[in-house]
């Protein structure tokens, strides 16, 4: 018989609701929220109904409820939800059905994506960092960078970024701790990535002044970094006068400028950079701008512009101008 027969892992599980099994074994521990079936007599194998009572529990946990009050209604879910003895009685009325909870993804409006989103988003909600930080270097090792940040990352991003504001500034804890393990974990990958090969001129990594959204390029900068491409990152807001200084003083093959919004985009930046010359007499050049973030929508790039869809696009662009193949982008 296969082991789905006999329950699954308290791994499984944890990956499964978005929790670390740490904090599923401490439950068990210390409220009673255990299977209630073991395998051996030792090991902990989770039913249907186990799980069920689990995602209660992080339900109640996340919108507020104490552990212990919580646990003892996950108990009297679960309680309630086993099939009861027939009655003697064959006209007995059926008990009414309970009604259905929200799928899961801790009540964030995530749509149709990747169960490793729902996870994270359940961390997310429940303010469990150690879960995050698991998550996201699951998702990471098993899908690398590109599908990482654009079908887990992103849409949960996306989706606590809606649940906050239409819900008058609520959720904003759950925005910074997300993004702040987010960040921490495209660092992780961009310092961990293969050691560049050749002293090659770097890509530069900027947002142009009063853009604070810098996450988008960390993304991009774990990007080139697991393709072993050299890269300088300056983050957020650089003023103009430090962007110029940056790119005279590296003389980077490329320039990756982020604007989320058009309020913050700088198209004379972003020309005068692309005519920043720089080398020796006679063979001067002139870096390429990539024009990154939906702020630079609506006009044409000018020359020696690029303005890339999204990440794959601009790791292939970039990847290009070192003579690399740009198909692992498509990860």
Known sequence: MSDTAHGITTGAVARRLGVSPTTVRS???????????????????????????????????????????????????????????????????AAPARPRRPGPGGGLPLGDVRQEARGLARAAV????????????????????????????????????????????????????????????????????????????????????????????????AGLAERGLPTMMFGAAVPAEALDAAVRRSGPAAVALWSQTRSTAHHALARHVAGTAFGVRGARRTPVVLLAGPGWLGRPPAPGMVRPTGLPEAIGVISRLYGEPSAGAKE
Not at 178 to 198: D, E, K, Y
Request: glycine residues 6%; charged residues 25%; negative net charge.
């Open 27 to 93: 439950w068990d521990q210390r409220y009673g929220i255990g299977p209630a079936v073991r395998a051996d007599g030792r090991h902990r194998r989770w039913s249907p109904a186990d799980i069920a009572m689990l995602d209660e529990m992080c339900r109640l946990t996340a919108s507020g409820v104490p552990p212990a009050e919580a646990a003892r209604a996950a108990r009297r879910a679960r309680t309630s939800a086993e099939p009861a003895v027939p009655d003697a009685t064959p006209d007995a009325p």
């Open 126 to 221: 429940r303010l469990d960092g150690p879960a995050v930080e698991g998550l996201l270097q699951e998702a990471l090792a098993e899908h690398g960078l590109v599908t990482a940040w654009q079908e887990i990352m992103v849409p949960t991003l996306h989706a606590v970024g809606r649940k906050w504001e239409s819900s008058e500034d609520r959720y904003v804890e759950v925005e910074h701790l997300l993004s702040w393990h987010i960040s921490t974990a495209l660092r992780r990958a961009a310092v961990t990535g293969p050691a560049t090969a050749s002293p090659a001129a770097p890509v530069v990594l900027a947002c142009v002044p009063g853009e604070q959204h810098s996450l988008p390029l960390e993304a991009l900068a």
